[in-house]
């Protein structure tokens, strides 16, 4: 669908040269919601634009559908923008239009007849839940409401694609779960593949299929994001996760706990259908030992299951070792280092 | 040697009607020279969406050079020009060049800084959904800025009323020739009175209008 071929993008400021994409190569499939999280600065904003030539890449190619955009004409390229609705932090709509002109203007561009554009601008206004919106002007709407006007008007022309640059970041938490369940649905009913980037990862862990993670202009790791949570290999992404799940006690927490004099903590993972199963409870049954549960939680990601626990073991010391070996067996299991951050 | 009023009255009548069009015929003209060249400037500038080095650093360098001149020095130096184009160099008609001139170069920074303020990511938005440059220029650009350029050529009309009445000194006819040759010349204090209340009027009539339709447009 959308396929970034070892892309690079240098600017030039004055005499220096700023790498903001460094040899990125990415596939996102037909119907992904794919986010790429990154902090400020990553250069995920720039990939971004990428995707519709905003920004034309340095090196490599990008290709949609297969097509090589950067060998496109300036007349195929705006054929080729229409197919691709974007949305923006800012909103950026139109203030000297109406709500309804907003939502008609790339339909205009398209030389679509004046009935049908305004057919589709009541469709699209009932979609987003704006039907009597239509004749406002944007500086009379809320945040919320703006971004559902930006997303009606990204989709007037049937795009396949739509690019969200950071769609939800001027936007307060009950808004953004809006504008979020709107995009899933959008997703869901069009078939309309998201391609979006955020600092946020609530965004990534509530509506995306896959993730990328930025840092200096490069991806450093890329995956499912079930794959990505519950496995994450870089410290960047472990920081984002941690930003939203909590998955060790505080550090002074940890410190308390063994100033107490607790055991060894381990900490185990589960993932989909071995989070159904009471393996701790077996197993420890087994070797004649108990065992204690310092921290945790099991949450829903993708509709999958995914607990994160920290427990300690009490018994005969070869029977914990005996049974940490097969619980390794069954599930991850590693102990809790001093203090991991 | 005060003027008899009951036969100059019609004088003032005619010359008001002068100013008032060599106010409104520049203002037209240099309206369309001016945002023309506003837009130009705004559109060429770096990494905007007709970048041309080019074309914006010579349209600034005449700009700058021009606008200084104050304008009855201006006026005097391109007389000869004036007299090439208009065919005479006394008159309405022969104000009305010279203060279009300098009223478009005004107007094209009036426009440009008006452009300057446009959100940038509105422009990025009609690129994204495949606006052509000119589709951008007529449908984001001067939309976008209409409210605010209203104001601002509110701004020039009122200095063309002042501008008209310089152009009166030197034979252009119109409200400032009257106060010059009869207020300041005759020392009738009567006249000059009159016509500079009739100037008040008009800058506040402009003044007012250009508010109106501004505030119309940016539905405040």
Redesign the interface.
């Known amino acids: 669908m959308i396929e970034f071929k070892q892309v690079s993008k240098t600017f030039r400021l004055g005499k220096r040269e700023v790498h903001a994409v460094k040899d990125v190569s990415l596939k996102v499939e037909q119907g992904d919601i794919y986010g790429i999280i990154g902090f400020s600065g990553a250069g995920k904003s720039t990939l971004l634009r990428l995707v519709n030539l905003l920004e034309r890449p340095s090196e490599g190619s990008i290709e949609i559908q297969g097509v090589d955009v950067t060998s496109l004409s300036a007349k195929e390229l705006r054929k080729q923008r229409r197919n691709i609705g974007m949305i923006f932090q800012n909103f950026n709509l139109f203030n000297s239009r109406t709500v309804a002109g907003n939502i008609a203007y790339p339909l205009k561009l398209a030389g679509t007849p004046k009935h049908e554009i305004n057919t589709r601008v009541e469709e699209l206004l009932r979609f987003v839940g704006l039907a009597d919106k239509a004749k406002d002007y944007p500086d009379q709407l809320s945040g919320g409401q703006k971004q559902r006007v930006g997303i009606a008007r990204a989709l007037a022309t049937n795009p396949d694609i739509l690019i969200c640059d950071e769609a939800t970041s001027a936007l307060d938490p009950d808004t953004t779960a809006d504008v979020l369940r709107l995009l899933k649905q959008v997703n869901r009913e069009f078939g309309i593949t998201i391609l979006l980037i955020t600092h946020e990862m609530e965004v990534i862990q509530s509506v995306c299929t896959k993730v990328a993670v930025m840092e200096n202009g490069e991806v450093i790791e890329s995956g499912g994001v079930f794959e990505v949570f519950t496995d994450p290999q870089h410290t960047t992404t472990k920081r984002f996760i941690h930003s939203v799940q909590q998955d060790l006690p505080s550090p002074n927490v940890l410190a308390e706990w063994r100033e107490s004099g607790g055991g060894s903590l381990y900490r185990l993972k589960f993932k989909g259908p071995v989070a159904n199963e009471p393996v701790l409870s077996t197993v420890t049954a087994k070797h004649g030992i108990t065992f204690n549960i310092v921290y945790g939680s099991v949450r829903e990601l993708e509709e999958r299951l995914f607990g994160n626990l920290i427990v300690s073991f009490l018994g005969d010391p070869a029977a914990v070792e005996a049974a940490i070996r097969e619980i390794a067996t069954l599930t991850d299991i590693e102990e809790v280092q001093e203090i991991e951050r | 040697m005060n003027v008899d009023w009951t036969t100059f009255w019609p004088r003032i009548i005619e010359a008001t009607g002068q100013t008032i069009t060599m106010v409104i015929a520049t203002l037209i003209f240099g309206s369309i020279l001016g945002i023309i060249m506003g837009l130009l400037l705004f559109v060429t500038r770096q990494n905007n969406i007709l970048e041309n080095k080019f074309v914006f650093n010579l349209l600034n360098i005449v700009i700058n050079i021009i606008r200084p001149v104050p304008f009855i020095i201006f006026l005097v130096a391109i007389s000869q020009l004036t007299r090439l184009v208009v065919g005479t160099t006394i008159g309405t008609a022969a104000a009305i060049f010279p203060m279009t001139i300098v009223a478009s170069f005004t107007i094209a920074r009036v426009v440009e800084n008006n452009l300057v303020s446009i959100?940038p990511?509105?422009i990025?938005?009609?690129?994204?959904?495949?606006?052509?440059p000119l589709?951008i220029i007529f449908?984001?650009l001067i939309?976008?800025a209409?409210g605010p350029l209203v104001l601002g050529l509110t701004f020039v009309t009122v200095t063309l009323i002042d501008f008209s009445a310089v152009a009166g000194t030197v034979g252009g006819g119109g409200l400032g020739h009257i106060a010059m040759t009869y207020g300041y010349q005759r020392f009738d204090a009567s006249v000059m009175i009159v016509t500079v209340l009739i100037l008040i009027v008009l800058v506040q009539l402009a003044q007012w209008l250009g508010n109106t339709l501004s505030r119309k447009i940016m539905?405040r």
């Open positions: 959100d990511g509105v990025e938005a009609a690129q994204a959904m495949g606006a052509s589709r449908t984001v939309p976008e209409l539905r």
